[in-house]
C-alpha cells in the first residue's frame, strides 16, 4: 500500500526572485536554445540545478553535478531558497489551452512517497525506459541527495473525496504564474495537520501509475537500494521517499499527446519498398495537401479511423505523405512476439515498434533503447521539415494513447515502449524541492 508523506518543501524566496523568471519546463524538455534562454533570464534560473551547461574543463571534481550543488547551496545561504518550517503537502493547479483549444485545468497535490519496488504491485510503470537518462538523473541524486523534479503520479478515486479534501483544505498560497506556454501554475501549501493526516490516510489503498518520470522513479530506486546495501540508511532515512505529484484519473484536465518517431542511419531503407512490404498488413493511401496543412490534415485522417476503432498511422519520407490503416481481421500475434498481453499488443505504438520497425525496418528493442536509429518529437509539423532537410529519412505520426490504455498497461504488469505517452501540459520544475 503506498505510504505518502508531508515534507519540509524547499521553495523560491518570493522576496529575492520572479518565480516566472526562474521556474522552467522539466529537464528532458529543455533545448539546448532553451537552456541557454533560461540561463540568461535569470541568475537563479532553475535550470542551472536540473540541467547545468557542460564545459569543456570538466573533470570528476568539477563538472554539471557539482555545479548545481554548488548553485543550490549558495541559493539556499543566501535565502533564495528557504525551506518550510513544518512539513506540508502541496496543492498544484494547472490552467491551459489543450492543443484541440479547449480551456482546461487539472489538480494534483505534491507529497512524498515510499519508493517501492513495481514488483510489489502498489506502483506500476507504464513505459519502458533508456539508459543515458537514468545515468545522467543518477549522477545528480547522489551528488545533490534532492529530489529537484517531480514525478507525476495516477490514481484511481472513483468517489474522488481525495479531490474534495483538496477542494475544502485551507491552504496558503506560494506561487501563481504563466509560463512560455500560456500555462497557468498556481503551488498553494497545505499544512493543517488534520487535513494532511486524511488525504495521505485515503491514499493508502490506492494503485499509483506512473505517468511521467519512469527514469526519476527508477534511479531512485536505485540509490536507495544502493545506500541499503552499502549500510549507509536505515527504513527512515529520508532517501526512502521520493517526491511526486499525485493527480486522479478522473481529472476532466488529463490530456495525452503523441509522440512521433523520426527515422535515422537506416542501411537501405528505400519508401518504395517499405510501402510494399507494409501493404501486406496495411491499407495505404497518399495524403495531399498545401505543405503548412500537411500534418494537419493527415492527423485529423488518423484521428477519425481511431475514432471507428481501428489503428492509424502517418508517413512521411522522400517529401511524400501516406496513411497507414491496419487491415480488418490481420491476426497480430501471428506477425509478432506472442508474449505479449492484449492490452500491450493492440497500443498503436506497440503496433508501430513490433510491425512497422522491427518486422521491416530491423529496428529491434537494443536500437529503440540506444536511440540508434530513431529519435522523439512532439511537434508534427518538425516531422516534416526534419525529413525534407536531410537530417532523417522518414518520419512516422501516431495517434495518442489514451488514458484506459495506459491503466490497462500497468495493470498487466507490462510496458510500453519508450515515449509512448505525453501528458500535456509538463509540471514546472523549481515550484518545490526535496532534500533529504
Known amino acids: 500500500m503506498p505510504e505518502l508523506r508531508p515534507f519540509r518543501g524547499i521553495v523560491y524566496n518570493k522576496e529575492k526572485v520572479d518565480i516566472a523568471k526562474v521556474a522552467t519546463q522539466p529537464y528532458d524538455k529543455i533545448s539546448p536554445a532553451m537552456q541557454e534562454a533560461y540561463y540568461r533570464l535569470d541568475p537563479h534560473n532553475f535550470v542551472r540545478l536540473i540541467l547545468n551547461k557542460t564545459e569543456p574543463t570538466d573533470e570528476p571534481n568539477n563538472n554539471r553535478y557539482t555545479r548545481a550543488v554548488s548553485s543550490f547551496q549558495s541559493w539556499l545561504r543566501d535565502r533564495v531558497m528557504v525551506q518550510d518550517r513544518e512539513p506540508a503537502l502541496y496543492l498544484y493547479d494547472q490552467t491551459f489551452v489543450s492543443p484541440g483549444g479547449q480551456k482546461k485545468s487539472r489538480r494534483g497535490f505534491v507529497a512524498v512517497m515510499r519508493l517501492e519496488e513495481f514488483s510489489k504491485g502498489g506502483v506500476f510503470p507504464h513505459e519502458k525506459t533508456l539508459s543515458k537518462p537514468k545515468m545522467d538523473r543518477y549522477e545528480l541524486l547522489r551528488e545533490s541527495n534532492t529530489n529537484f523534479e517531480h514525478i507525476f503520479m495516477l490514481y484511481r478515486d472513483e468517489g474522488m473525496k481525495v479531490n474534495a479534501l483538496l477542494q475544502s483544505a485551507p491552504s496558503d498560497l506560494l506561487f501563481e504564474y504563466e509560463d512560455e506556454y500560456r500555462v497557468s501554475h498556481r503551488l498553494s501549501r497545505i499544512s493543517h495537520p488534520k487535513t494532511v493526516a486524511e488525504i495521505c490516510s485515503l491514499m493508502r489503498d490506492k494503485k499509483l501509475f506512473i505517468a511521467d518520470g519512469h527514469h526519476r522513479y527508477e534511479v531512485s530506486l536505485n540509490y536507495r537500494n544502493y545506500l541499503h546495501e552499502k549500510g549507509l ?35 537501405g531503407y528505400s519508401l518504395k519498398r517499405f510501402l510494399a512490404d ?108 526534419g525529413v525534407d532537410g536531410g537530417a532523417y529519412q522518414a518520419t512516422f505520426f501516431l495517434n495518442p494513447t489514451k488514458i484506459d490504455e495506459v491503466r490497462g498497461v500497468a495493470q498487466a504488469g507490462e510496458k510500453m515502449p519508450q515515449k509512448s505517452t505525453d501528458f500535456y501540459p509538463k509540471m514546472s520544475s523549481g515550484l518545490v524541492v526535496y532534500k533529504f
Open 278 to 385: 507494409a501493404s501486406a498488413y496495411f491499407e495505404v493511401t497518399a495524403v495531399a495537401a498545401e505543405k503548412e496543412h500537411l500534418c494537419a490534415k493527415l492527423l485529423g485522417q488518423m484521428e477519425r479511423v481511431a475514432a471507428a476503432g481501428r489503428h492509424a498511422f502517418g508517413l512521411y519520407s522522400e517529401k511524400t505523405m501516406h496513411m497507414l490503416v491496419l487491415k480488418e481481421g490481420v491476426n497480430l500475434r501471428e506477425i509478432v512476439a506472442a508474449d505479449k498481453s492484449d492490452a500491450v499488443l493492440k497500443l498503436d505504438v506497440s503496433i508501430l515498434h513490433l510491425v512497422l520497425l522491427e518486422r521491416f525496418l530491423g529496428i529491434g528493442a537494443k536500437n529503440l533503447e540506444n536511440e540508434d536509429n530513431i529519435s522523439y518529437i512532439r511537434d508534427a509539423a518538425e516531422g516534416v521539415t
Open 233 to 267: 540508511i536505515n527504513n527512515e532515512h529520508g532517501a526512502n521517499f521520493r517526491m511526486a505529484t499525485f493527480v486522479d484519473m478522473n481529472d476532466a484536465g488529463l490530456v495525452i499527446l503523441p509522440t512521433h518517431r523520426m527515422l535515422k542511419n537506416v542501411a
